[in-house]
């Protein structure tokens, strides 16, 4: 448990590949909040890669117990690419909530990266999160 929220696993890595993707999810638990917003500040990488950002179509958490790729909840929307490189990234999206919304996503490389060229981990930093801007790393799903 962290001022940002319940995390799982304890080790927060989120980790990207044409084979990996991430799966995560937040509650809206504010009373009147109904505006989320989604934030992902990155610091720059070696290589250039492009990551996509995808809403997966569940209302309740998901089970990290029993999720896997062929369980996952299926994507509804693709939100955005996320183009990671020499700069800094500090992408965020505002999204509607209703108190006890469970909004869940998913984290991957895009379809226009070329093959292999798509490998990217980073360790997330709930301590320097800001209020109203958290969301939690569920698990890794191949």
């Given at each position: 448990?962290?001022?940002?929220?319940?995390?799982?696993?304890?080790?927060?890595?989120?980790?990207?590949?044409?084979?990996?993707?991430?799966?995560?999810?937040?509650?809206?638990?504010?009373?009147?909040?109904?505006?989320?917003?989604?934030?992902?500040?990155?610091?720059?990488?070696?290589?250039?890669?492009?990551?996509?950002?995808?809403?997966?179509?569940?209302?309740?958490?998901?089970?990290?117990?029993?999720?896997?790729?062929?369980?996952?909840?299926?994507?509804?929307?693709?939100?955005?690419?996320?183009?990671l490189g020499k700069d800094s990234v500090?992408?965020?999206?505002?999204?509607?909530?209703?108190?006890?919304?469970?909004?869940?996503?998913?984290?991957?490389?895009?379809?226009?990266?070329?093959?292999?060229?798509c490998d990217v981990e980073w360790w997330?930093?709930?301590?320097?999160?800001?209020?109203?801007?958290?969301?939690?790393?569920?698990?890794?799903?191949?």
């Amino acid at each position: 448990m962290t001022r940002a929220g319940t995390i799982s696993p304890d080790d927060r890595k989120v980790h990207v590949t044409q084979t990996v993707s991430t799966v995560f999810q937040f509650r809206a638990i504010d009373w009147g909040m109904e505006n989320c917003e989604l934030h992902v500040a990155l610091p720059p990488v070696e290589r250039p890669t492009t990551l996509a950002l995808y809403r997966l179509n569940t209302t309740v958490p998901i089970d990290i117990s029993t999720l896997s790729f062929n369980v996952r909840p299926p994507r509804v929307a693709k939100l955005s690419n996320i183009v990671l490189g020499k700069d800094s990234v500090d992408w965020h999206r505002k999204l509607s909530c209703a108190m006890d919304d469970v909004l869940v996503f998913e984290l991957g490389c895009s379809e226009d990266e070329p093959s292999g060229s798509c490998d990217v981990e980073w360790w997330q930093a709930h301590q320097e999160t800001a209020p109203g801007q958290c969301f939690t790393i569920l698990y890794e799903i191949r």
